[in-house]
């Protein structure tokens, strides 16, 4: 984020660590702390060159990578924040997947096995639109969802979802102990926000493609998805993968969060370019030499 003490340590305020006394309630999806959607555009601005540059880094030193996880209600704004917080990004350190329902190849395996494929190499930033912890929420929501996945009777206990979150953080330590860092967030939408915003899509003739009407149905287990996300940050919050609750009623706001949280977190890579032995000096400047012995001929 840029130097404006109003904008400093913005994502902190919203980062949950440790989840054992989150509760979903005491986050204001209207919240927007002490800024203005005045001067959001150049506060933006500001972070994509940050984040620019900071990737650069991150590919060129091939190291450390970064997975992002998104996690909202429909309309939430998902793909505008993804869309505009990496808008500066060059193509060849990002990588984005859009996780929609699994398929029959996809429903044969574990439930991890498809965002496995999709980690992020070294030196890159990866993004999982919705990602492996739908099998905690629209799952856990329709329960109809976990009989097409084939799983053995006997391992479909009362105790699965405790299961699945222990396999998670599992799987996230592990991640952070091989180099990935993982940051997960929750676009925290309100209900009236979402109605907003389906109606929009109803009434402009261009936005009738977002709209879905699988998206009312969904509308109607709200509380069901309340508790199940609730229930998500509290069992999968640690250090090396904190969850962000985000603010997303006020889409400018949700998008300077997400940025200065993963600006945040590449600063604290202390990323820098690769550097040159004296043997490959000397190489480079033969290298030298030898194309400004072109120009004369």
Known sequence: MPSDPS????????????????????FDPDDTW????????????????RLSELQER?????????LCVFQAMDAAGKDGAIKHVMSGINPQGCQVYSFKAPSAEEL???????????LPERGRIGIFNRSYYEETLVVRVHPEFLRKQHLPPSLVTDSIWEHRFQDIRSF????????????KFFLHVSRKEQRKRFLERLEDPEKNWKFELGDVRERGFWDEYQRAYEDMIRNTSAKHAPWFVVPADNKWFTRLVVADAIISALDSLELEYPTVDPAQREELAKAHEALLAEKGK
Not at 37 to 48: F, N, Q, V, Y
Request: net charge neutral.
């Open 7 to 26: 904008a400093a340590d913005l994502a902190k305020r919203y980062r949950v660590d440790d989840g054992a006394s989150f509760r979903l309630a005491d």
């Open 58 to 66: 991150l590919y060129a030193q091939d190291q450390w990578s970064v």
């Open 34 to 49: 002490k800024l203005e959607k005045e001067g959001s555009k150049d506060l933006l601005a500001a972070s994509i060159a």
């Open 172 to 183: 996230e330590r592990h991640l952070a102990r091989n180099g990935t860092v993982v940051l």
């Open 108 to 118: 044969d395996h574990d439930y991890l096995w498809r965002c496995v494929k999709c």
